[in-house]
């Protein structure tokens, strides 16, 4: 991460978050509150905190770096806010600023000026296609019949 720019790290208790992976469970409750193009010209970082390798806490975070420190202040509103986000996060919920940027993350791919999720982004990436596919699932199935061209005429 490049210090001296607006960072925004969002912390997860590695304990409560369920599944195999709790990296990418944490994505997938990442990509479930945000969406890419809501996050444009981004850098994303992910993995354990210096803390949680020392021994000290259980923690993985995702963090987010941006030119614009609106932007962190609202995603930080967007996962203040949300319900299954607080289920699973650490305390403190975020760390900012270069309180984040020392933190050992590597890369985990960036939003292009699209909204696209390119780079370094395997787990990221794999989760983001997961909630999409999950979301389209329950999305509700539209049909002739449904859109009401399969009418008779007469």
Same mark, same amino acid.
């Given at each position: 991460?490049v210090p001296?720019?607006?960072?925004?790290?969002?912390?997860?208790?590695?304990?409560?978050?369920?599944?195999?992976?709790?990296?990418f469970e944490?994505?997938?409750i990442f990509?479930?509150a945000?969406d890419p193009?809501?996050?444009?010209?981004?850098?994303?970082f992910?993995?354990?905190?210096?803390?949680?390798?020392?021994g000290? +806490?259980?923690v993985f975070?995702i963090?987010i770096q941006c030119a +614009?420190s609106k932007?962190? +202040?609202?995603v930080k509103?967007v996962?203040s806010q949300?319900?299954?986000?607080g /289920?699973v996060a650490?305390? %403190?919920?975020?760390a900012e600023?270069n309180?984040?940027?020392? +933190? %050992?993350? %590597?890369?985990?791919g960036?939003?292009d000026?699209m909204?696209n999720?390119?780079?370094?982004a395997?787990?990221s990436?794999?989760?983001l296609?997961s909630?999409r596919?999950?979301r389209a699932?329950?999305? %509700?199935?539209?049909?002739?019949?449904? /859109?009401?061209?399969?009418?008779?005429r007469s």
């Amino acid at each position: 991460m490049v210090p001296g720019i607006p960072t925004l790290g969002i912390r997860f208790d590695i304990e409560k978050v369920a599944g195999g992976s709790y990296g990418f469970e944490a994505w997938k409750i990442f990509w479930g509150a945000i969406d890419p193009e809501a996050i444009r010209s981004s850098i994303l970082f992910e993995g354990d905190t210096d803390a949680t390798l020392r021994g000290r +806490e259980s923690v993985f975070c995702i963090a987010i770096q941006c030119a +614009e420190s609106k932007e962190i +202040e609202r995603v930080k509103a967007v996962f203040s806010q949300d319900e299954k986000f607080g /289920q699973v996060a650490a305390w %403190p919920r975020f760390a900012e600023g270069n309180a984040c940027a020392f +933190e %050992p993350l %590597p890369d985990a791919g960036r939003i292009d000026a699209m909204g696209n999720l390119v780079g370094d982004a395997y787990e990221s990436l794999a989760a983001l296609d997961s909630v999409r596919k999950e979301r389209a699932a329950a999305a %509700p199935k539209s049909s002739m019949v449904d /859109q009401g061209l399969n009418r008779r005429r007469s």
